[in-house]
């Protein structure tokens, strides 16, 4: 069985093995010792803090295999993007330039440097190793966030959004950052990655052009990419449009992949999840379906996907003994639970 727990202070070299593994793109885990513990210990006070409203906590999971003890995923929740360092996007909009005398039209897109999301909630850091990318693990390690921030709705914003990786090649470069580069910077996107992933965002301030792109300005192999994920990422975009999110516009920066986001109301898996109290059993046998569970603590969480059966008589939901073990649940204790599939 699969457990995702908080992230702990000795889950360091755990965390620095998938950041290795997960290549360039893969911003919020560069290979960095210092920001890697960083992030740890941010986590571990994010967990113990008393939240009565979102703020800039930061909250990093750990996916463990409960036979071997390995850690074999990671993903995370930022409770508020920007609110301790700028935010940036692009947003893909429309122009108009017109003359009625000349009869002409042409609408053209451009793209324009903003800080829209600031304060929205941000889910992210999903990375699951390759030996562990079977059964429901994939959707587990991401979809348990859902349950979690519907538990917890006190320490989320309403809007919930997501940055998907978008088009780069297997040396790290990104046609899009090669037309910025050339006409605005003078770093390749590897180093780039690695500057936004330590926190180093003072240059994009200082070099970023201020004025709006004309996306027909550039490079064909640039125009391309706009809004277009890397292709180990559509898997993960899928999945989120499957849960509600949407694209409205807004793109990365750097490899202009899109941004999508949702209400945390309307999301497919915290609209359908439940919460009940537990009544625990040895196995679970006439159960036909595997559901998403969560505990409800905070410091303490786990989360699971297992069989679950509902008693309508009790009002009880039922699960293994197994399942209770690795949740840390008895029999009264609160869960919620959601499907692992809804029906199309």
Not at 227 to 239: D, I, M, R
Request: hydrophobic share 40%; charged share 25%.
């Amino acid at each position: 069985m699969k457990i995702i727990r908080p992230i702990h202070s000795d889950d360091y070299s755990s965390l620095y093995a998938i950041s290795q593994e997960s290549g360039v793109g893969f911003t919020s885990l560069p290979v960095n010792e210092v920001l890697l513990r960083s992030k740890i210990d941010k986590s571990v006070q994010a967990f113990a803090k008393e939240v009565t409203e979102p703020s800039d906590e930061s909250y990093l999971f750990v996916m463990e295999d409960q036979d071997s003890q390995e850690v074999v995923g990671t993903s995370g929740i930022v409770a508020g993007v920007g609110l301790d360092d700028a935010f940036y996007h692009y947003h893909l909009s429309k122009v108009v330039h017109a003359s009625r005398e000349l009869k002409i039209y042409n609408d053209v897109d451009i793209l324009t440097l903003c800080n829209d999301y600031t304060g929205v909630s941000e889910i992210c850091t999903l990375f699951l190793r390759q030996n562990a990318r079977e059964g429901l693990n994939g959707r587990l390690l991401s979809k348990f966030r859902f349950l979690f921030m519907m538990e917890h709705k006190q320490r989320f914003a309403d809007i919930i959004i997501a940055e998907m990786r978008g088009i780069n090649d297997e040396n790290g470069e990104s046609p899009f950052w090669q037309w910025l580069e050339e006409h605005f910077f003078s770093m390749d996107f590897p180093t780039v990655d690695y500057l936004t992933g330590i926190g180093q965002k003072q240059f994009i301030a200082e070099l970023m052009p201020k004025y709006p792109i004309y996306v027909s300005l550039l490079s064909k192999q640039a125009q391309a990419v706009i809004g277009q994920v890397h292709e180990k990422t559509k898997p993960a975009l899928q999945l989120l449009e499957q849960e509600g999110f949407s694209c409205r516009g807004y793109v990365d920066i750097f490899d202009a992949g899109p941004t999508v986001e949702a209400n945390l109301k309307n999301i497919r898996t915290a609209q359908a999840s439940r919460k009940m109290q537990v009544k625990v059993t040895d196995e679970v046998t006439d159960s036909h379906s595997s559901f998403f569970v969560i505990n409800t603590k905070v410091q303490d969480f786990r989360g699971v996907c297992t069989l679950l059966n509902i008693n309508m008589d009790t009002g009880l939901a039922i699960i293994g003994q197994e399942a209770a073990d690795a949740l840390g649940v008895s029999d009264g204790d609160d869960i919620r639970f959601a499907p692992t599939h809804f029906r199309t």
